[in-house]
């Protein structure tokens, strides 16, 4: 078997062999491949460079996700935080009404407006002891030592007068 291998004079490109004998085809394939774009060394450059570069763009789209996702986890977070101070400012709208700071008034502090009558309900079960109010001669004579929490005796510093002290008019 005899191959001749046809080249032009000025060095050109090969042109195929006539071949002869069963591995033709073979042959003839490896002839093509061989001159075909995709050779051996181009394929390992071609994946190479397509490694690359998935390497190269994987960190920001990785970085990229996360921060589109942190962005939605920021933007629920701040829709709650709106709707939270709606709510506390329809809430802060209510106590500033007058109506609502005179219940309170009457409800916590037990004040009572001038010419109306308080009265205070004396439940079954409790015990006498706190259902009593204080009158002014049952509270105790202020004392320097704090004889209870210090509200009280600041209360009582203000609010009961001291019977050494004379008063002038």
């Known amino acids: 078997m005899v191959r001749e291998s046809h080249t032009s004079p000025t060095g050109g490109s090969r042109r195929p062999r006539p071949v002869t004998g069963s591995n033709a085809r073979y042959d003839v394939y490896l002839q093509k ?3 075909s774009r995709l050779n ?15 390497i190269s763009l994987a960190t920001p789209l990785r970085t990229y996700y996360q921060q589109r996702t942190e962005k939605e986890a920021l933007q629920a977070e701040n829709a709650q935080l709106v709707k939270e101070i709606k ?3 329809e809430q802060l709208a209510v106590q500033n009404d007058p109506k609502m700071i005179e219940e309170q008034a009457r409800q916590r502090l037990l004040l009572i407006p001038r010419g109306e009558t308080g009265f205070r309900v004396i439940l079954p079960g409790k015990k006498q002891d706190d259902n009593v109010q204080q ?3 049952n509270v105790p004579s202020l004392s320097l030592n704090g004889g209870g929490p210090w509200y009280r005796d600041l209360w009582r510093s203000i609010s009961v007068p001291d019977p050494n002290q004379k008063t002038t008019q």
């Open 33 to 35: 491949w061989r001159n």
């Open 40 to 54: 051996p060394a181009r394929s390992i450059v071609v994946i190479v460079v397509a490694i690359v570069l998935a």
């Open 87 to 89: 709510r506390k400012e």
């Open 135 to 137: 009158h002014v001669d």
